[in-house]
């Protein structure tokens, strides 16, 4: 029997009432991730239509393009935190280590008179050493890693005063420092980005349906890939129409962008990656396999770590100052509350890198809006807060569901 004609009989073989429509193939969590992000589209969807509401000024390209502003910071560190929960860990030291990589920055670039560039990679660096040092204790010598990475909080964060001295802030005015957050691209670099994504995006889904007829395995609605990919497209199109309004392209969005394109390669599409989900998963199991549990725990921390210290230099640009609440505050919560906003478990071995940017929206938005409302502060966290117990919640109830 041939490939194809035993795809057919499979496809022949299959219940008409076992076949999902569009709709809930569109819900269907994602083969290699195990999440659905139409969710959290739909709970994006509410909140601005009800911030709108309240104020129209929501809505405007001026004020969005200032929310991707906003969100950046927290969405690169997000991004290393998805890393630290597929594998079933937890990073308490992210914002510490954003602060404290800003300040080493700030100290080489103003007060030894290093080159920004080479002071931004050190900067990177030491975040990146900072991760190897809390990988290495975790795996070597088995603490849990909510103990090392909270005693990290402090430490890292006691550091980070030392290097800011007596004045306890340092003015950034390198243009290259600043020109991270504050250049903006002609438009027309974002349409032709926005064709080349759509059209490799097309391809892909176009491959992957190709691959898995000659496989005789089930390929799911056509017409909920095309919603998909559609979907991708409204978005994209969305932001160059409210980014071309305004100033432009940021920098600072391209430079989300092609971390998170890059992250969500290396975890869908390497071994590298598949070993993150098989870790969270089970990692005794992991082991048994041959996966060396170890030597991933100690590179997922050296990376999550390095976009911690990517996401303070960000967030200094765009504040053109590094003082002693870089990196306090509500960064660390937003960061983890984003995460688990937009779909990455708690639990490990369930997640993606794109929920980074998508709980960074959402937290972002809130934020905003109850800005532009004037909200007093004690209403925005108690409304931060039940967002992120509802996340939770959702996450459990997904899991035991699973269970079953």
Not at 309 to 323: K, T
Request: charged fraction near 10%.
């Amino acid at each position: 029997m041939t490939t194809s004609t035993f795809a057919s009989a499979r496809q022949a073989e299959r219940p008409p009432e076992q076949r999902p429509n569009v709709l809930a193939a569109l819900f269907r969590a994602d083969d290699a991730t195990r999440i659905s992000v139409v969710p959290v589209l739909v709970g994006l969807a509410v909140i601005w239509t009800t911030f709108t509401v309240l104020n129209p000024n929501f809505l405007s390209a001026g004020n969005l393009t200032n929310l991707a502003q906003q969100i950046i910071a927290v969405a690169t560190i997000s991004i290393g935190v998805v890393l630290v929960l597929l594998i079933g860990e937890i990073d308490l030291s992210a914002g510490s280590v954003s602060g404290l990589a800003a300040s080493v920055m700030a100290v080489l670039n103003v007060q030894q008179g290093i080159p920004a560039p080479t002071a931004i990679l050190l900067g990177l660096g030491a975040g990146a050493l900072v991760g190897l040092i809390h990988g290495l204790i975790i795996s070597t010598w088995g603490v849990p890693s909510f103990v090392v990475t909270l005693g990290g909080l402090i430490a890292w964060q006691g550091l980070q005063l030392l290097l800011l001295g007596d004045t306890g802030a340092i003015n950034l005015t390198d243009p290259f420092v600043s020109g991270l957050t504050s250049v903006f691209f002609p438009i027309w670099i974002g349409w032709a980005a926005a064709i080349v994504i759509i059209g490799s995006m097309a391809l892909n889904t176009a491959r992957d349906r190709r691959r898995r007829r000659l496989l005789g395995l089930a390929r799911g609605r056509l017409a909920a890939d095309a919603v998909r990919v559609g979907a991708v497209a409204v978005v994209l199109v969305a932001a160059l129409l409210v980014f071309g309004s305004s100033r432009g392209l940021p920098l600072s969005v391209v430079i989300l962008g092609g971390m998170l394109a890059l992250m969500d390669f290396v975890c869908r599409r390497t071994l590298f990656g598949r070993r993150l989900f098989t870790i969270g998963g089970d990692k005794v199991a992991a082991a048994r396999v041959g996966v060396r549990v170890k030597t991933v725990t100690v590179l997922v921390f050296a990376l999550a770590s390095t976009f911690a210290a990517a996401g303070g230099i960000l967030s200094a640009s765009r504040l053109l100052a590094v003082n002693e609440s870089s990196g306090a505050g509500e960064i660390l919560l937003n960061a983890i509350a984003g995460v688990v906003i937009g779909g990455t478990s708690l639990f490990g071995g369930r997640g993606s890198v794109w929920s980074a940017i998508l709980g960074a929206l959402v937290i972002g938005s809130i934020s905003n809006g109850m800005d532009l409302l004037a909200l007093p502060s004690p209403v925005k966290y108690m409304i931060t807060g039940g967002v992120l117990i509802a996340a939770v919640i959702f996450d459990a109830i997904m899991r035991r569901r699973k269970s079953r």
